[in-house]
């Protein structure tokens, strides 16, 4: 089946790739600065200058740049104070509250990079879409997320076989003692997956926990021993195995 992964991006991007580009695993796909807003509490100043002047301020200032100093407003009166911007960044608002915000481009760049070999199907100002050949195997979701594992596909159970060569995979595992769990995250396994029956109130871990069907867990074992990019949304039940 075809599948299509979306990867959300935020703030001031430079794409590096576009529709109909095949890519490979780990490929940069786009860099980006991401976005931050700050709020600053201005409120006993612009609690005396009225509704009308707040209004007036903001369209004043409304998608502009303001540099840290400049002068913002005075607050009135025979011995007014002046109201300077605390940072420089686009001008956001200044909500109900007399909180000023301000939004600004982060300096520390962050590279995208494509987590399987994939065909970019679409690139827009927010996201990334990805399509990839993938089989699909049906289970529940015992704790919530979404993470991709590259690895062996293989079962651990024994406390000895958790290391850092696990690091960055997924765990299929039918030991479900806490110990047990607690070490698989602190090694880095990405996510679980088992076919035990699971009693929620025992998982003390926060890491994407799927338990699959028989049926599936039987026919992802067909797979043991072999390398793989795999996908666990446990959000809505499902493991993706991609295809090369």
Avoid: Y
Avoid at 39 to 57: A, C
Avoid at 219 to 229: I, N, P, V
């Amino acid at each position: 089946m075809k599948t299509k992964w979306i990867i959300k991006v935020s703030g001031e991007v430079n794409f590096l790739v576009k529709q109909g580009d095949l890519v490979i695993k780990d490929q940069i796909l786009a860099r980006l600065k991401s976005k931050l807003i700050e709020s600053f509490n201005f409120s006993d100043f612009f609690g005396k200058l009225g509704q009308e002047k707040l209004i007036e301020l903001n369209e004043k200032f409304k998608h502009t740049w303001v540099n840290s100093g400049e002068l913002l407003c005075l607050t009135g009166g025979i011995f007014p104070n002046k109201i300077c911007f605390p940072m420089s960044g686009n001008f956001l608002e200044i909500d109900e509250f007399g909180n000023l915000k301000i939004e600004k481009i982060e300096d520390k760049e962050k590279e995208i990079k494509s987590p399987v070999d994939s065909k970019v199907v679409k690139t827009e100002d927010d996201k990334i879409v990805l399509e990839f050949e993938a089989q699909e195997f049906i289970g529940e979701g015992v704790v919530e997320g979404k993470s991709w594992g590259n690895g062996v596909v293989k079962i651990v159970n024994e406390m000895k076989d958790l290391n850092s060569s696990l690091e960055g995979s997924i765990l299929f595992t039918d030991n479900l003692s806490k110990s047990f769990l607690l070490k698989a995250e602190v090694v880095g396994i990405n996510a679980v997956v088992t076919n035990k029956s699971v009693d929620i109130d025992d998982i003390r871990i926060e890491l994407p926990f799927l338990k699959l069907d028989d049926v599936s867990w039987e026919e992802l074992m067909k797979h043991k021993g072999e390398e793989k990019s795999i996908l666990v949304n446990s959000r809505v039940g499902r493991l993706l195995m991609v295809l090369e």
